[in-house]
């Protein structure tokens, strides 16, 4: 499986931003993806996922923010994320695999920041 991270950038605190990943190859064998992040001197967290059947899971600094959504078709899964603050700054990377937590495959990280 291969993974393709596009968007990310730059925004000021308040706005909002998308980062999607397009998966490639043994798409069969992914049952959910998600998408983590790494913040400077932080651990990589796991900030949303979604599984093949639609179910959610948002970690608790982001709920009510970043919507995470897919497009079995495209295979792509995308993350909404709105209302940013500087501390949503990070390299965000997409991941799939296997239920219930996203990690076998990853694609390159993009780079999120979010200037006061």
């Known amino acids: 499986v291969q993974l393709q991270a596009s968007g990310g950038g730059l925004v000021q605190a308040g706005g909002s931003l998308s980062v999607s990943c397009a998966a490639s190859?043994?798409?069969?064998?992914?049952?959910?993806m998600g998408w983590y992040r790494q913040g400077p001197g932080n651990q990589r967290e796991l900030v949303a996922s979604?599984?093949?059947?639609?179910?959610?899971k948002y970690a608790d600094s982001v709920k009510g923010r970043f919507t995470i959504s897919r497009d079995n078709a495209k295979n792509t899964v995308s993350l909404q994320m709105t209302s940013l603050k500087p501390e949503d700054t990070a390299v965000y990377y997409c991941?799939?695999?296997?239920?219930?937590?996203?990690?076998?495959?990853w694609g390159q990280g993009t780079l999120v920041t979010v200037s006061s």
């Open positions: 991941a799939a695999g296997r239920w219930p937590v996203p990690r076998e495959y």
């Open positions: 190859g043994r798409i069969f064998s992914i049952e959910i």
């Open positions: 979604i599984t093949n059947s639609g179910a959610i």
